[in-house]
């Protein structure tokens, strides 16, 4: 068909394809956008629910079934009993507490130690014995293939002699080790995007190398270190497998409290939607209103 | 994962450093390093019985070692000046790394070919090799090791999902950040609560809303009964989680194509399926891998899904090595033979990881 003759029918044919390509495209969007939310919205209703709407499969609140506090009145957390002493509240704000400690620390400590570590790398020529940039680069980086399960036992022992056993520092110590990588690999990106020429520019103006970093490099790589530092929080956040083994009492952070949670009591369905809601909330908000640097912090090494 | 030679950052710097300043450095960091071997040695005697006194625990050695890795940085900078100023970016990190990773690697290497059982008051047995022929006799760490293949292979079924999702948000549609924002909402929940959520809640035989559907359409449904259709369920809500952390690498990697070959290719009379497969497809290689390598990287540690829904059941179906060397700790406190389960795990898995490196390094970078 010459494309001189544009008769009606081949330009209707265009057109359906154009509208059935965009109603697969919405279809399939909104069909995943579904499997997403799904168990969130569940979960969240479920907190509000009593037993008689769980037996029934009752879905919308308001609609099949009027919403009710007992799912958060178990974690003391309602409007009836905000204003009075509960000791299931206490107990489930020292976990929250204790994950929130915890996650801070760790990601402040390895952004801390990662972005030095990552401008050395990508600005100055290093010697350790055979090791040069690259080894070390390597060397880090490789740490990410370590899983956890070799470090636990021996940190177990370890920290049962250092008196560390169930304690933040301890937990600390090893999530920093855990996301290091991570932020190294960000950060080195990042870095590697800075011109040097600024660096010598400062250097010039009489600035030390230490000077320059803070006073030039810095600043330019705040969103960066932002990304690896909210990126490490996730990780962070929702780590169980150490906390699990090397927390008891004190120490005990959300995942675990939750995990104990399912464990012990049969189907507690209410307390335990409330107690996940509760858990998984403060990062769904920072995915709301951090997703940018979400993304940025995943996406950064993926692309050269 | 690219080398950082070229674009380097060059300083000429002339130190006068004296030789009391040198020796001031080398005196802190040899004087630091003895008092904390002295500080292990003493402990080490005390808690032999050697000696009568001494400390409750070894937290003051561990102070001591802080101490010397102080001493070690701050030496840098007074014995090598500026040289030194520009090592003390690295030497804090790989410190950290060194004394969290290597020293208790060392250990593991010498509890695993021990019996130690910590409810038990006679601390390490070596035992030799016996632990590796335990693990040689071993069913079911043979059966979490092939279960981990399964794991790994699903992979690709993610992958490919992960790449439908990357393209419909990157092609032209409405409320992009509406989209972006949901599809990576499952990567911000913890594996725990998500076993709850789903593992535990939606998929219940009799109340989980999923259940209802099953028997809606005429069938009884069984999540976690059948080997089969357990680990698949396992894979399915690890799919879920991680589906987005491929899904954005790849939207980077889609978002970072030079727009002007694709609309060559449109001009050139190209359909959308051959668009794909010709050009999208292997400009895409590099990123892929990348993505792909990282979240298998990740998927060997799985393992909170499934201490949390299955604990490895039916059978051992279900079980990942982590899991199951968890639940070998949590029911026999045997440290020994646990840790030399896990230390043939990281042999394997720095054998496959590297192998799966060299196998697919000439795709990573992508030809200049």
Known sequence: MSAVMKDHEGEARIRTKWWASRVAIYAALITWAIICLFPIFWTITTSFKLAPDVMKGNLIPWWDFSPRWKGWESIGISPRLIGEVSTVREEFLKRFWNSTVVAISASLLAVILGSLAAYGLSRFNYRFGFMRNSDISFFFLSQMILPPVVLALPFLVLYKSLALLDSRIGLILLYTLMVLPIVIWIMRDQFQGIPVELEEAALVDGLGIWGSFFQIVLPIALPGMVAAFILSLVLCWNEYFFAALLTATNATTLPVMVASQTGSQGINWWSMAALSSAAILPLVIVAIFLEKYIIKGMAAGAVK | ?368
Not at chain 2, 35 to 43: E, F, N, S, T, V
Not at chain 2, 145 to 167: C, D, P, Q, T
Not at chain 2, 225 to 254: K, Y
Not at chain 2, 271 to 283: A, D, T
């Open chain 2, 1 to 368: 994962m690219s080398t950082t030679e070229g674009d380097l950052l060059h300083t000429v710097t002339a130190d006068n450093i004296s030789d009391s300043r040198r020796r001031l450095g080398k005196m802190m960091v040899w004087g630091a390093a003895a008092l904390c071997a002295g500080l292990a040695i003493w402990q080490m005697m005390f808690e032999t019985g050697r000696v009568a006194s001494g400390f409750e625990t070894w937290r003051p050695v561990l102070y001591a070692y802080v101490l010397w890795a102080f001493c070690l940085c701050a030496a840098q900078v007074i014995v090598n000046g500026e040289k030194g100023k520009r090592t003390l970016f690295v030497l804090p990190a790989a410190l950290f790394v060194i004394s969290l990773v290597v020293f208790p690697l060392l250990f593991a290497l010498y509890i695993s070919f021990t019996d130690w059982n910590l409810a038990s008051p006679n601390g390490p047995q070596p035992n030799g090799w016996d632990n590796m022929v335990q693990m040689w006799n071993d069913g079911f760490y043979w059966n979490a090791l092939k279960n981990m293949v399964y794991y790994v292979l699903a992979v690709s079924v993610e992958y490919v999902i992960a790449f439908g999702l990357a393209l419909l948000l990157n092609a032209q549609i409405r409320a992009r950040k509406f989209f972006r924002v949901v599809f990576l909402l499952p990567l911000m929940l913890s594996p725990v609560a998500v076993s709850w959520m789903i593992g535990k809640s939606m998929l219940e035989v009799r109340f989980g809303p999923i259940s209802r559907v099953i028997r809606e359409l005429g069938f009884e449904p069984s999540f976690f009964g059948s080997p089969e259709i357990a680990r698949f369920m396992i894979m399915a809500m690890d799919a879920w989680t991680f589906i987005p952390f491929m899904m954005i690498m790849l939207l980077a990697g889609l978002q970072a194509l030079p727009s002007e070959v694709i609309e060559a290719s449109k001009v050139d009379g190209a359909s959308g399926w051959q668009s794909f497969k010709e050009v999208i497809f292997p400009l895409m290689l590099p990123v892929s891998v990348t993505a792909v390598v990282i979240r298998i990287i990740f998927k060997l540690k799985l393992a909170d899904v499934i201490i949390n829904v299955t604990s490895g059941g039916p059978g051992g179906a279900t079980d990942s090595v982590t899991s199951f060397i968890f639940r070998e700790y949590r029911d026999r406190s045997n440290v020994g033979y646990g840790t030399l389960l896990a230390m043939v795990y990281l042999v394997l898995i720095v054998i496959f990881v590297t192998l799966l490196l060299k196998l697919v390094s000439r795709w990573m970078e992508r030809p200049a």
